[in-house]
């Protein structure tokens, strides 16, 4: 069994199951050049195999939307089951003046006792209304599942990805509505509106975008004209919210993490709806903004280090900076990855500092994706980087990450592990096929039980 992040393994401990490795990244964008290009190295192939058991995973908790992870009877304040609706994460209820006389039902909590910060401490209760990590779940079932697609060849994946994406936007029955007015509501007496801060519940944009251009591209038959016209009416109408509303707007004007995200977001929209020069501008938008001021020359991050949780931050902030990179290196800008703060520091010296930080009680697997992000497009001629990541997971290469930043040392591990051989899931037996030269990667018959995907999904919602 695969090592993986402390925060999965946590959670599968809590519903009493074996660990298995499904971990949620914070967010990825992935070339679909390189997914459709079929030039894999061999050493990929363990990777390939966890991103097939991951797809096969996820899809077995499909599908998913906001109305689908609310509780029955709830709506949003609207009265709207379409609208999306969370809790702010780190406000708990300080009912000691609230005035009651009996015990107050969740429910009545909600409405009735103030709700303080306490930042760093999730609420557990923000769960009961679970748009959040139904989302989240969605966005990494599309893209593993756009994966799948391309290195089994097997068409139920894309119909997976296809459908997935019409119930979550499109289907009139259970659509989300264009907007995020009620993300992370801060809860207590008077009237409910969302937080900018909820505009970070869909940070992972990014990765159904990865999917969408991926089957757009590749010409898949389950992406047809009529759903791709219908994401793109669907995404014009959320990027005008996005620009517009006062709420998103303020996420935009963070500068911190959040307003990291919020670029990422927004140039994925842009890329959804075939405009990657407006991508491209919304990205360099970002390097020449807040970003100047995000990291110092020492390569620290000081509004990720002041918060209570700073290795874990620090490697947020990363996780969205090497995303905007990735977003205006695929739109078309010039020299993305090499692009400096005001301090001469960039990414290479961001993730060197975060990684020589004691991380604590923090999870360490959180930025392994990132180093090996930095390895492979800056270059790792002494191993340092592969050293790193072999010393807190010796099974790294088999990690989905190791299979997209490439080319990156697997130390030794292809040389000690026998190479699987080939063969087709045990869903994909009667799907369509493409061409045979479609096919590159390895899959696998292993089905995880229910509760590991579960526990998957639980942490997919704790740790957004």
């Given amino acids: 069994m695969r090592s993986s992040s402390i925060s999965y393994a946590f959670a599968l401990a809590l519903l009493?199951?074996?660990?298995?490795?499904?971990?949620?990244?914070?967010?990825?964008?992935?070339?679909?050049?390189?997914?459709?290009?079929?030039?894999f190295a061999n050493a990929t192939t363990f990777a390939q195999q966890s991103i097939v058991e991951w797809a096969d995973a996820l899809a077995a908790q499909g599908p998913w939307s906001v109305i689908t992870s609310k509780p029955d009877g709830f709506n949003a304040p609207s009265n709207d089951s379409h609208d999306y609706v969370s809790w702010a994460p780190y406000w708990w209820p300080d009912c000691s003046k609230?005035?009651?006389?009996?015990?107050?039902?969740?429910?009545?909590?909600?409405?009735?006792?103030?709700?303080?910060?306490?930042?760093g401490q999730f609420n557990p209760d923000r769960l009961e209304i679970n748009n959040t990590g139904a989302f989240s779940a969605l966005s990494d079932a599309v893209l593993y599942n756009t994966l799948a697609w391309r290195i089994n060849g097997s068409s139920t994946y894309s119909s997976n990805v296809a459908s997935w994406i019409k119930t979550w936007f499109l289907d009139p029955a259970t659509a989300m509505n264009?907007?995020?007015?009620?993300?992370?509501?801060?809860?207590?007496?008077?009237?409910?509106?969302g937080a900018h801060t909820g505009v970070l519940d869909l940070k992972c944009m990014a990765k159904v975008a990865t999917g969408i251009l991926t089957l757009r591209q590749g010409k898949s038959p389950d992406w047809t004209d009529e759903l791709d016209a219908q994401m793109k009416n669907w995404t014009q109408t959320y990027i005008q919210w996005m620009e517009t509303s006062p709420i998103a707007l303020g996420e935009g004007w963070s500068l911190n993490n959040h307003g990291s995200f919020y670029f990422n977001q927004l140039a994925s929209l842009y890329l959804i709806l075939d405009e990657p020069e407006r991508a491209k501008n919304v990205s360099q938008s970002f390097f020449e903004g807040i970003y100047q001021n995000q990291i110092i020359a020492s390569g620290d991050q000081p509004l990720e280090a002041e918060r209570t949780h700073p290795y874990h931050y620090r490697g947020y902030n990363l996780a969205a900076i090497i995303t905007n990179a990735r977003l205006l290196h695929y739109a078309g800008g010039a020299d993305a990855y090499n692009i400096t703060a005001k301090s001469g520091a960039g990414i290479k010296q961001a993730l060197d500092f975060a990684i020589a930080?004691?991380?604590?009680?923090?999870?360490?697997?959180?930025?392994?994706?990132?180093?090996?992000?930095?390895?492979?497009?800056?270059g790792d001629p002494d191993g340092r980087y592969a050293k790193f990541l072999e010393s807190q997971n010796a099974q790294y290469p088999e990690e989905p990450y190791f299979f997209w930043n490439q080319?990156?040392?697997?130390?030794?591990?292809?040389?000690?592990?026998?190479?699987?051989?080939?063969s087709q899931s045990a869903n994909s037996s009667s799907a369509s096929k493409t061409p045979a030269s479609f096919h590159s990667g390895t899959a696998i018959n292993q089905q995880p039980t229910v509760l590991a995907v579960l526990a998957s999904l639980l942490l997919a919602a704790l740790f957004s």
């Fill in 16 to 39: 009493g199951v074996p660990s298995l490795a499904l971990e949620n990244y914070v967010n990825e964008f992935i070339d679909p050049s390189y997914i459709l290009s079929g030039d």
């Fill in 98 to 119: 609230a005035g009651n006389k009996t015990e107050l039902t969740p429910q009545q909590t909600w409405v009735t006792c103030p709700y303080v910060n306490r930042d």
């Fill in 178 to 193: 264009p907007n995020l007015n009620f993300a992370q509501v801060i809860r207590g007496p008077g009237a409910y509106y």
């Fill in 357 to 378: 930080q004691n991380a604590g009680e923090e999870p360490l697997g959180e930025i392994h994706p990132y180093v090996a992000f930095v390895a492979s497009t800056y």
């Fill in 407 to 422: 080319p990156l040392g697997d130390s030794g591990f292809s040389q000690t592990h026998a190479i699987p051989t080939p």
